[in-house]
């Protein structure tokens, strides 16, 4: 039989391209996408092998990341208090945009970093913007990462401060929020609340969030050095995966939220951009949500990479993303 | 001054690159991406460059697009009725799956194919598959064509349907939609109703609505050659949107929607795919449309290509694409 059917599958073949920048974005996210292209990219080659050469990786990087503090303060004012929810390190961060009206809500940040990176003071960036944009406090979850502590320690740090924090709250007044790996461990913290029979909270955003850590998604391919932020997940998200994902394997629904069963979630808003290695997570997720009936909404800036929503916060794109978020929150949270 | 701000903007190189076939899709739309990957393509010293050339070149792909007639009939049961409206051809499709007790709605299509390509017989395409998930009945309307008849023929044989159409039914019960350039010239056609004071109408459907004829659009590079339907804005596209635009030039917003003001616009649906050339063309428009305060909805696809759910029509994922277009109409069309 010569059937087409079973011929085996093609290959496409893409040449190398130059990207310029382009002109339909703000001058702002102009200079960002410029800036990214100028950043020097981690070789195969220069990724740590052992732990000890994992947390001197992770030490500068998140020096680096933490530097961006002050000129967060500066532009988005806020208090922060450094402080402990059952056992676990969290940053709350109270906007000087805070609305006491709407002291009954409050939001969770679960930072990215692939469930390895920003840890401690750079924990804290996508949190303050989520604050100063929904005028909500934020409790910013400093969760224990890979290599030290993978999977599953993320979520179960995760599930002790949604505990302690709807233990004297409607949880439907809470909404819970992170990009990237952040945004995989949303989605895996409100898995793990389903399976526990618990409330879940009244609203999730789920920025381009690491739901399949197999490296199945295609913009891993396409977005491959698109990307000017994650620019490759053969480099270090292959890496990462391995790292978090430890004896459960890549392939649990816990470690990547895309096998799991969004039925009867609450409402939640994804956001991503045409150049994002994630493009592929963020948008197979938010179509798994709508086919299991879930009221969720999809946003795709022009020619963001992997969550430079957080890194572009002089840009007006930024500033409607979190708007669009806040706004989100806004119309589903309960209080 | 070493003002970083005035510093020039910096390209970015990416490697050439081998795509496999994702397997985050079904065993049909992967087939569909194998088939386009081994499908010839067209090179910058096989453009047309004469009118006659132009005739020639649409008369074969046109004729190849028509031969789908017989399996989409098959398929997708119908009655198909050309006559006339207004002066103008149209193809009068009447699903099997027609629902009398909807008959106050109906669908307008306007088919793609770059202003150029897909005349006669090839024109209803998307128009059966639109009839088909809809239960209601198309009018599919076979507008006049650059190179003989540029712009703004197909507004002007666009309008003159409409009103036709509308004379004697409710505006709100009429959806419009369309894909590629049949999704710029439902956008250009609901820009010229407002600017004829005419109501406009219930809902649009605008699938990877080709919106920017300048070739600005930041997709057009990083998705160059990725697209296995349009693959190159360079060789094609900016020969198509020069014999449209003729006079007018491309930054008319009758000719490029996204110059237009959507103030005022009815809901929209937007279709697109991860790796369409058209991505930020259509995520360009549905941002422009939000922040009008339009009731805009935006779905993208993985892995799929330019208008790909039309051509991978056994698909479920095309099923999900009409689907959703089908529901939304259903959800805000008056009757």
């Known amino acids: 039989m010569d059937d087409a059917a079973s011929q085996p599958l093609a290959t496409r073949e893409v040449p190398a391209k130059t990207l310029a920048v382009p002109t339909t974005v703000s001058p702002q996210l102009q200079r960002s996408i410029s800036n990214l292209a100028l950043a020097p990219r981690l070789a195969m080659d220069q990724l740590p092998q052992t732990p000890e050469a994992w947390r001197a990786f992770v030490s500068v990087a998140d020096a680096q990341a933490a530097a961006l503090g002050p000129i967060l303060e500066a532009l988005f004012p806020h208090t922060r208090t450094w402080t402990q929810i059952a056992g676990v390190k969290v940053c709350e961060i109270t906007p000087a945009s805070h609305d006491p009206a709407r002291g009954d809500r409050v939001l969770i940040n ?174 197979r997720a938010y179509r798994a949500m709508r086919d299991a009936g879930v009221a969720a909404r999809l946003e795709v800036h022009e020619a963001m990479s992997h969550a430079e929503y957080i890194y572009a916060f002089d840009s007006p794109e930024s500033a409607t993303a979190f708007g669009d978020i806040a706004d989100f929150f806004h119309a589903n949270l309960a209080g």
Do not use: C, Q
């Open 110 to 283: 679960l930072h990215g970093g692939g469930y390895v990176l920003n840890g401690g003071e750079a924990s804290t960036g996508e949190a303050i913007l989520g604050a100063h944009y929904s005028g909500l406090k934020v409790i910013s979850v400093d969760y224990r990462m890979a290599p030290d502590h993978p999977f599953p320690a993320a979520v179960d740090d995760a599930l002790a401060v949604w505990r302690a924090v709807t233990a004297d709250r409607d949880p439907a007044s809470v909404g819970v929020f992170g990009t990237s790996a952040g945004g995989g461990l949303t989605l895996a913290l409100t898995l793990k609340l389903k399976s526990l029979g618990l409330p879940l909270p009244g609203a999730l955003a789920l920025g381009t969030p690491w739901v399949d850590l197999t490296g199945a998604s295609d913009s891993y391919a396409v977005n491959a050095e698109v990307d000017g932020i994650f620019s490759s997940f053969d480099s270090i998200g292959k890496a990462m995966a391995s790292l978090y994902a430890g004896a459960a394997g890549v392939t649990d629904p816990l470690v990547s939220p895309i096998f799991g069963d969004f039925t009867g979630f609450p409402p939640a808003i994804f956001t991503t951009g045409t150049r994002d290695i994630l493009l592929s997570d963020t948008v």
